[in-house]
C-alpha cells in the first residue's frame, strides 16, 4: 500500500516536498557518527571501550536511517518494517550507552550480574518489536503510524533512557570523587556529552512522538532537531581524542576531525536552495574551513609530534637514568671494597708509626723522627678519609646501621669538646663549651654516629678557622621537643647561596682555599645523612664572608 | 568454542535477539502483510458525522471524510498498491474486518469532527 498523498522518493530518500531541514539533521550526523564510531574502532579493535563507542554509533546511525527512510518513503509495508527498529536502536543506544560509560571510567568490564540486568531489560523491547504492542497498523492518509503505537512498549523503551540518564550520572559522579583534576575534565567533557545526546535524543523524539500521537502536534519537524545533539557529542568524543589521548588514537585524530568538520559544511549542498548566492557562499565556507583545518592540522600534528618526541626522551631518560643508578652503585660497591682493602694495611701503617714515635723500637735518630711523624700524621689524614668513603657507601647502599639508645647529647658534646681542645690549641683557637638546658638533655639516637656527627662539625670549623674561637652551646626547646648543639666558629664564613650546598658530596664553600686545608669534602654529607636517618637535621648559618659559621645539629629529646 | 560462547554471551545474545528481530518484522509486515491500514474515505456532511479539515483558519472550504480503516493482506490482494483508483478499497460490504470510522466528539474532539448535524 502506498501513501496516496505524497510522491514516492527518487534514488531511496530524495524527495521533493518535505522539510529543508530533514537533510541538514540526518546526513552529518549520520556520516559523524558513523565516521568517528568506524574511527575510533579501527584504531583499536580489540578495545572494549572503542566497540561499544562502535555499537552506539551504528545503533544511532541505523535510527537516523530509519527516520530519514520513513520521512521520504510511501510503501506502509516498508515503513512498517522500518517501524520497529526505532524503539530497538533506542534501547540499544541506551543500554550501551551506560555500558560504554562504566568501561570508560573504569576501565574494565562489566560485572556478569550487569550484563544479565541489561539483557532482562532489552529482551521485551526485541521480542515485542513486531508485535502489535508496538505497532499494528499504518495511516495512508498522513504516512505514518503514530496512530497505531502501543502506548506500554512505548513507555518501557523510552523509560529505559531515563534510566540510562540516571545510572550513567551516578556512575560519573562516583568516578568524580576519586579523579583528578585532568581526568575531572575528561568526566567533564564524556558526561557533558552523552547526557546530552541522550537525554535531547529521547526526550525530542518521545515528546514529539507522544503529542503527535494524542493529536496536540501535527507536524514532526521539531524531532529533527534531537540529532544535532549526535554532533555535539561527537564533536565531544573528538575533543577527548586530541586533548587527552582517550580511546588511544593517534597523531591522525586531528585529519580525522577535520574530514568531519568538512562534510558538516559540505552538508549545505543538499539542502541549500539551489540558488547561485547560497552555492557560492556554501563554497566559499567549505574553502575557509578547509584552509583553516589544514593549517589546524598541521599545528596540531606539530605539537602532537613535538609531544611524542618529549615522551621518548623522556623513556630514553628514564633509560639512562636507571643506567646511571646502576653505575653509581656499582662505584660505591667498588669504592666500598678498595676502602676496605685499604684500611687493613693503614691500620699497620698508625700502629707501627705510633709505636715508633713511643720508642718501642728504640730511640729514633732526630733525622727519623719528623719523618716518622709525617707518615703518623698522613696515615692518620689517609684512613680519615677511607672511613669517609665507606660511610657514604654505606649510606648509598642502605647498609648504615643505627643502634639507638637513650643518652645525654650535653654530655657527649662536652666530652667531644675535651678531646678536641687540644687540637684547635695546636691550630691557637680557644675551644669554649656552655650548655643552658632547661630538661634533662636526654636523646635516643646512636651514640657512636652522634660522637661522630659532633666530631666532624668540630673539625670542620678547626679546618676552617685560622683565628679566634669554637664555641659549642647545647640548649633545648622543651616546646619543640628538641635540643640543638650550636658550633659557633669565628672562620671564613660563607655566601647565603652556599649554606645549603656544603651539605653535598665532595662541596666545598667557595672560599675554602683561602685556608690550606686537606679532607674529602664528604664529611658535612655524611653528618648531615646520619642526623637525618636519627630523626634530627644540620643546619648552618653564616653572616657572609669572614663572619665566621654557626653548624648546629639538632636531636628530638627523649620526653 | 564453549570459552567463547561464555566470554561473548551478552553479544551473542543480543546478535540472536536482533536477528530474530528482524526475521520477524519482515515476515509479518511485508511477507503476510499483517496489519491495519487507514485511509480517508468521502464523506457526506448532511447525512454522516464527518471529520472536518480545513485548509486554513477560515475554514471556507472545509474537506469532510471518513476514515476506512481495513487488514491491509485483504487489501493489497483486492486493489493492489493504490487505494485511490480501486473503488472496492472505499466499501465494507460483506467484510467483517473493515471498519468505516465516523466522527464522535466524546473520543476525537469536537474541533475534529463536522458540527452541522451535531
Known amino acids: 500500500m502506498n501513501c496516496y498523498l505524497y510522491d514516492p522518493p527518487q534514488y531511496l530518500f530524495f524527495a521533493s516536498d518535505l522539510p529543508e531541514l530533514l537533510y541538514y539533521s540526518h546526513i552529518p550526523a549520520l556520516v559523524l557518527a558513523l565516521f568517528v564510531g568506524t574511527f575510533v574502532f579501527l584504531n583499536n579493535p580489540k578495545s572494549l571501550q572503542n566497540r561499544l563507542l562502535l555499537l552506539i554509533c551504528f545503533s544511532f546511525a541505523i535510527w537516523v536511517f530509519g527516520s530519514l527512510f520513513a520521512w521520504t518513503n510511501t510503501n506502509s509495508s516498508l515503513l512498517l518494517t522500518i517501524w520497529p527498529v526505532f524503539a530497538v536502536s533506542a534501547a540499544l543506544i541506551s543500554i550501551s550507552s551506560i555500558y560504554f560509560i562504566y568501561v570508560y571510567l573504569n576501565q574494565k568490564n562489566i560485572p556478569h550480574w550487569m550484563k544479565v540486568i541489561f539483557l532482562l531489560l532489552l529482551t521485551p523491547v526485541f521480542i515485542f518489536a513486531h508485535t502489535n504492542l508496538n505497532v499494528s497498523g499504518f495511516d495512508l492518509t498522513l504516512c505514518d503510524a503514530f496512530a497505531y503505537e502501543g502506548l506500554w512498549y512505548k513507555v518501557y523503551y523510552t523509560s529505559l533512557s531515563y534510566v540510562a540518564i540516571l545510572w550513567i550520572s551516578v556512575l560519573l559522579l562516583n568516578r568524580w570523587r576519586t579523579a583528578d583534576a585532568s581526568y575531572k575534565k575528561q568526566i567533564i567533557f564524556m558526561g557533558t556529552g552523552i547526557q546530552l545526546f541522550l537525554f535531547s535524543f529521547i526526550s525530542t523524539t518521545s515528546i514529539v512522538a507522544y503529542l503527535n500521537t494524542i493529536g496536540l502536534l501535527q507536524d514532526s519537524r521539531a524531532e529533527l532537531f534531537s540529532l544535532f545533539s549526535m554532533t555535539i557529542f561527537m564533536v565531544l568524543i573528538g575533543i577527548l581524542i586530541v586533548r587527552f589521548k582517550a580511546f588511544n588514537v593517534g597523531a591522525h585524530a586531528a585529519d580525522a576531525l577535520m574530514v568531519a568538520l568538512l562534510i558538516l559544511v559540505a552538508s549545505q549542498y543538499t539542502y541549500a536552495n539551489s540558488t547561485s548566492t547560497t552555492l557560492i557562499l556554501t563554497t566559499v565556507t567549505l574553502a575557509l574551513t578547509a584552509i583553516a583545518g589544514a593549517l589546524l592540522i598541521r599545528s596540531v600534528r606539530r605539537e602532537i609530534k613535538q609531544k611524542e618526541e618529549i615522551e621518548q626522551l623522556a623513556k630514553k631518560l628514564a633509560g639512562a637514568n636507571k643506567r646511571l643508578r646502576e653505575l653509581d652503585k656499582m662505584k660505591s660497591e667498588f669504592v666500598s671494597i678498595a676502602s676496605h682493602q685499604l684500611r687493613s694495611p693503614l691500620t699497620s701503617i698508625r700502629g707501627y708509626a705510633s709505636m715508633l714515635l713511643d720508642g718501642s723500637f728504640g730511640k729514633l735518630p732526630a733525622k727519623a723522627q719528623g719523618a716518622v711523624e709525617r707518615i703518623a700524621d698522613s696515615s692518620s689524614t689517609m684512613a680519615s678519609s677511607v672511613e669517609d668513603y665507606l660511610n657514604v657507601s654505606r649510606i648509598e647502599a642502605g647498609n648504615m646501621k643505627y643502634e639507638l639508645s637513650d643518652f645525654n647529647l650535653k654530655t657527649e658534646a662536652s666530652r667531644v669538646a675535651d678531646d678536641k681542645r687540644q687540637e684547635a690549641m695546636k691550630h691557637g683557637l680557644l675551644l669554649t663549651f656552655k650548655s643552658k638546658l632547661e630538661g634533662h638533655g636526654i636523646v635516643n639516637a646512636d651514640l657512636g654516629k652522634t660522637r661522630q656527627i659532633l666530631h666532624n662539625l668540630v673539625n670542620n670549623s678547626i679546618k676552617y678557622t685560622q683565628k679566634g674561637s669554637i664555641k659549642i652551646f647545647v640548649h633545648d626547646d622543651l616546646k619543640g621537643k628538641q635540643i640543638h648543639v650550636d658550633i659557633i666558629d669565628t672562620g671564613i664564613g660563607m655566601e647565603a647561596d652556599e649554606l645549603e650546598s656544603v651539605f653535598e658530596k665532595f662541596q666545598r664553600a667557595k672560599n675554602a682555599n683561602t685556608v690550606n686545608v686537606t679532607g674529602t669534602g664528604l664529611g658535612l654529607f655524611v653528618a648531615q645523612k646520619m642526623a637525618t636517618e636519627m630523626g634530627g637535621s644540620i643546619h648552618v648559618t653564616s653572616a657572609g664572608p669572614g663572619e665566621g659559621s654557626t653548624f648546629t645539629l639538632s636531636l628530638p629529646l627523649q620526653m | ?118
Not at chain 2, 526475521?23 to 503476510?32: D, E
Not at chain 2, 491491509?72 to 474486518?97: F, I, K, P, R, W
Open chain 2, 1 to 118: 568454542m564453549l570459552n567463547y560462547v561464555k566470554l561473548h554471551y551478552y553479544a551473542l545474545i543480543i546478535c540472536a535477539m536482533a536477528l530474530l528481530f528482524v526475521c520477524a518484522t519482515i515476515y509479518r509486515f511485508n511477507i503476510q502483510q499483517n496489519y491495519l491500514v487507514a485511509f480517508e474515505s468521502d464523506c457526506d456532511p448532511e447525512t454522516q458525522s464527518c471529520f472536518v479539515y480545513c485548509e486554513n483558519d477560515d475554514c471556507n472550504d472545509p474537506f469532510f471524510y471518513s476514515v476506512i480503516e481495513r487488514e491491509a493482506a485483504q487489501l493489497h490482494e483486492m486493489c493492489g498498491a493504490d487505494v485511490t483508483v480501486c473503488d472496492a478499497a472505499y466499501s465494507c460490504n460483506n467484510d467483517t474486518t473493515c471498519k468505516n470510522l465516523f466522527c464522535d466528539p466524546s473520543t476525537d474532539g469536537v474541533g475534529q469532527c463536522d458540527d452541522i448535524n451535531n
